[in-house]
């Protein structure tokens, strides 16, 4: 055999041994990205049914959440409904109160209806538009103490001519009304107020006057009970 011919052998088997390395690296870079996409397809099904499992969980959280929003507005249209009851004799007032989801956040809105909810003749609308100051005042009043409780705030609760609003013939109600929400729920009232019904199931009752002394005017306080 001739030297070219020996040379020419020679750079074919070299040629054909340097595709047999790149194939064998090829084959080895496959392996490896067959082996990455079957732990990506194992990852993929793991977030999958992680996923699936948070949605169901997320899905019984607001299920849960809105049993318990249910259950606390219940709870205020029972109390503002006694409050109206106990001072409103005159009248049938019932507090209501609808709880719908707007831009995913909740929603609740206060209403006031006159007569029983099953009364086709009854009427339902906004606390003060519809009612005017009394009612809606004694809900506001009833509604700042149930926050007070449930945001576990400083159980002090200052009222000034708060219930201006309430009509003459009710001060007298209202007062007990007031009286016995603060002992029951513990909450200590200060009330400012010109009715001196009132005075009459205060603890405590002082009478604020401003007094002109020497050109100076000066706030005297006098201890009434």
Do not use: W, Y
């Not at 831009?103 to 003749?121: C, N, S, V, Y």
């Amino acid at each position: 055999m001739s030297s070219d011919t020996i040379h020419a052998v020679e750079g074919v088997t070299a040629r054909v041994r340097a595709v047999e390395a790149k194939a064998a690296k090829l084959v080895a870079f496959r392996d490896r990205l067959v082996s990455d996409l079957a732990k990506k397809e194992k990852e993929v099904v793991a977030l999958s049914d992680r996923a699936e499992k948070l949605a169901k969980v997320g899905e019984l959280l607001r299920t849960l959440l809105d049993k318990l929003v249910d259950k606390q507005v219940r709870i205020i249209e029972d109390v503002v409904t006694e409050g109206f009851r106990s001072v409103f004799h005159d009248q049938v007032l019932n507090f209501e109160a609808e709880v719908s989801q707007k831009r995913d956040r909740t929603h609740i809105e206060f209403f006031i209806r006159q007569g029983a909810k099953e009364d086709p003749l009854s009427h339902r609308g906004s606390p003060l538009a519809s009612f005017g100051g009394g009612p809606s005042s004694l809900a506001s009043l009833t509604l700042r103490v149930l926050a007070i409780l449930r945001l576990k705030l400083f159980p002090f609760l200052a009222l000034d001519e708060a219930l201006g609003a309430v009509s003459p013939e009710c001060v007298e109600h209202t007062s007990r009304f007031i009286k016995g929400l603060s002992d029951k729920m513990g909450i200590d009232t200060l009330l400012v107020t010109q009715e001196h019904a009132f005075i009459e199931h205060a603890d405590r009752a002082s009478r604020c006057s401003t007094e002109e002394v020497e050109g100076v005017r000066r706030l005297t306080i006098r201890s009434l009970k």
